[in-house]
């Protein structure tokens, strides 16, 4: 089977480098039908259940590459991968955080057109091997006669096994977008739902709180930060404001801002 074939040549998988629990959030704010499946130890797998580039005017890539950036913005602290195809072309485009996105592209007949060096900057940004994963890598960006785009896909998740990808049975890139939701919701993949904001903006507290920057954005150390920006605010905003120094008067402002929002924060989540 190569990269055109199936009822609907065009087709994405969104591949995040996270468990289903944290990308569900910002995979939910996107308010697109999508299906979510865990795909392995801490990989998540998000299928397209609509093809918006069918009816919007954009191509998949265009389209795929904006949901990957907007996840990776959001996420901030793992990154995606889109892998994409149509009829002239298949390739994968890897967002990370506010970096600048890495692609890759192949002709459907697998001819390699992207630059080496971005492949390389694909396995630094997935911290993949060095050595091992970057050798495997190569012969996808050089020519051959017998591996198309679908393959060169093929190629990519075989690497990224290595880090613990497992897609789900049957769910194979290059096959059409029909096939894939199909499979996906065989393999009981989650259908989501776009909660409202309410619901939506909770969620993604949730998913900060839980992070590395949690204790200091809820609790007691929240409580202890936000009097100390107090305690250092006050003075210096009376100082500033006392020796006619607007520079001194807006940093106390903004420590005693950030001080008040932390406590009211800390207070109202806490209810």
């Given at each position: 089977?190569?990269?055109?074939?199936?009822?609907?040549?065009?087709?994405?998988?969104?591949?995040?480098?996270?468990?289903?629990?944290?990308?569900?959030?910002?995979?939910?704010?996107?308010?697109?039908?999508?299906?979510?499946?865990?795909?392995?130890?801490?990989?998540?797998?998000?299928?397209?259940?609509?093809?918006?580039?069918?009816?919007?005017?954009?191509?998949?890539?265009?389209?795929?590459?904006?949901?990957?950036?907007?996840?990776?913005?959001?996420?901030?602290?793992?990154?995606?991968?889109?892998?994409?195809?149509?009829?002239?072309?298949?390739?994968?485009?890897?967002?990370?955080?506010?970096?600048?996105?890495?692609?890759?592209?192949?002709?459907?007949?697998?001819?390699?057109?992207?630059?080496?060096?971005?492949?390389?900057?694909?396995?630094?940004?997935?911290?993949?091997?060095?050595?091992?994963?970057?050798?495997?890598?190569?012969?996808?960006?050089?020519?051959?006669?017998?591996?198309?785009?679908?393959?060169?896909?093929?190629?990519?998740?075989?690497?990224?096994?290595?880090?613990?990808?497992?897609?789900?049975?049957?769910?194979?890139?290059?096959?059409?977008?029909?096939?894939?939701?199909?499979?996906?919701?065989?393999?009981?993949?989650e259908q989501l739902?776009?909660?409202?904001?309410?619901?939506?903006?909770?969620?993604?507290?949730?998913?900060?709180?839980?992070?590395?920057?949690?204790?200091?954005?809820?609790?007691?150390?929240?409580?202890?930060?936000?009097?100390?920006?107090?305690?250092?605010?006050?003075?210096?905003?009376?100082?500033?404001?006392?020796?006619?120094?607007?520079?001194w008067a807006t940093?106390?402002?903004?420590?005693?801002?950030?001080?008040?929002?932390?406590?009211?924060?800390?207070?109202?989540?806490?209810?």
């Amino acid at each position: 089977m190569n990269a055109t074939s199936g009822s609907s040549p065009s087709g994405a998988l969104l591949l995040c480098r996270a468990d289903p629990s944290a990308v569900r959030p910002p995979a939910q704010l996107l308010r697109e039908r999508l299906l979510l499946a865990p795909a392995g130890d801490d990989w998540s797998v998000l299928v397209p259940e609509g093809k918006p580039w069918l009816h919007g005017g954009e191509p998949v890539e265009q389209v795929v590459t904006g949901w990957a950036t907007a996840l990776a913005v959001s996420a901030a602290t793992w990154p995606v991968l889109a892998l994409w195809w149509d009829r002239d072309r298949a390739g994968l485009t890897l967002a990370a955080g506010f970096r600048r996105t890495v692609g890759y592209t192949w002709l459907a007949d697998g001819t390699p057109v992207g630059e080496d060096e971005a492949m390389r900057t694909f396995a630094a940004r997935l911290a993949l091997d060095p050595v091992l994963d970057v050798q495997a890598l190569e012969p996808l960006t050089r020519p051959d006669p017998d591996a198309d785009a679908h393959s060169r896909l093929v190629g990519i998740v075989a690497v990224l096994a290595r880090a613990g990808l497992a897609l789900p049975t049957g769910l194979v890139p290059g096959d059409s977008a029909d096939r894939l939701r199909s499979v996906a919701l065989a393999q009981g993949a989650e259908q989501l739902e776009w909660p409202g904001w309410r619901d939506a903006v909770r969620a993604e507290l949730d998913v900060v709180e839980e992070g590395p920057l949690g204790p200091y954005l809820r609790g007691p150390k929240a409580r202890v930060l936000g009097g100390a920006q107090l305690a250092a605010g006050v003075p210096l905003l009376i100082w500033g404001i006392g020796r006619r120094s607007g520079g001194w008067a807006t940093a106390g402002a903004l420590l005693v801002a950030h001080g008040a929002l932390g406590l009211v924060y800390d207070r109202l989540r806490d209810r």
